[in-house]
């Protein structure tokens, strides 16, 4: 089984950082295309970033520049450094993964599996 667990949300003054771990279990994801994506109260789930080995990084525009998407492969581990945050960067962060590692999708309905999401509040 599956299993990817977010971690290292929380509440950060507008200017601030986080960084976002995301753990994966039951497989390894050395081939496998993973991505951020999130979802603010009462707005649509959005693509952040996506990463790959095969295909590297891609960003939305809204996060380009201030987030740095990255994977340690010997922790099966997924991390989002999030730099100069913002009140609308204010959501739920979710993890996610899927098997084919050939494209980067910002697409959600195209990621296989998804963690439970942690809640990043940035305060103006």
């Known amino acids: 089984q599956v299993q990817l667990v977010e971690s290292g949300g929380g509440l950060v003054q507008a200017g601030g950082s986080l960084r976002l771990s995301c753990a994966g279990s039951g497989r390894t994801f050395s081939r496998a295309a993973m991505g951020w994506f999130r979802q603010a109260t009462g707005k649509e789930r959005e693509f952040v970033a996506a990463v790959s080995w095969v295909q590297g990084t891609y960003y939305a525009e809204s996060v380009k520049g201030r987030f740095t998407i990255s994977i340690d492969n010997a922790k099966n581990t997924m991390y989002l450094q999030m730099m100069s945050l913002k009140p609308e960067d204010t959501a739920v962060y979710y993890c996610?993964?899927?098997?084919?590692?050939?494209?980067?999708?910002?697409?959600?309905?195209?990621?296989?599996?998804w963690g439970q999401g942690t809640q990043v509040t940035v305060s103006s």
């Open positions: 996610a993964a899927r098997h084919d590692g050939s494209y980067l999708s910002p697409i959600s309905k195209e990621y296989d599996y």
